[in-house]
Nanobody, 118 residues
Framework: QVQLVESGGGLVQAGDSLRLSCAPS????????MGWFRQATGTQREFVAG????????NYGDSVKGRFTISRDNVKNTVELQMNSLKPEDSATYYC???????????WGRGTQVTVTS
């Protein structure tokens, strides 16, 4: 069974960059579509970015387009989210998620906190 562990969160200032990593473990990671979501206190979970199992197709939430980049390495078994030009409104807990031949993400990490100060 694939397990997801996020890392790379922290406290940064507006305009800074941060890179989040997700280290899936277990078989068949390369067959999973992967994504990043975020949730700030008192808000609904928001889709941030997604990448298909091959790494060929990506998509992004409107609020992060042009600033965030998702990537994966199926040899190293990692999924990363490069976040540039961070804004205070990007502050949230960021979750790595995966899905296998499904429209719904059903594997979730525990999250990593990102805080952006103005």
């Amino acid at each position: 069974q694939v397990q997801l562990v996020e890392s790379g969160g922290g406290l940064v200032q507006a305009g800074d960059s941060l890179r989040l990593s997700c280290a899936p473990s277990g078989p068949r990671f390369s067959a999973f579509d992967m994504g990043w979501f975020r949730q700030a206190t008192g808000t609904q979970r928001e889709f941030v970015a997604g990448i298909d199992y091959s790494g060929m197709r990506t998509n992004y939430g409107d609020s992060v387009k042009g600033r965030f980049t998702i990537s994966r390495d199926n040899v190293k078994n990692t999924v990363e989210l490069q976040m540039n030009s961070l804004k205070p409104e990007d502050s949230a807990t960021y979750y790595c998620a995966g899905r296998f031949r499904s429209n719904d993400y059903d594997l979730w990490g525990r999250g990593t906190q990102v805080t952006v100060t103005s």
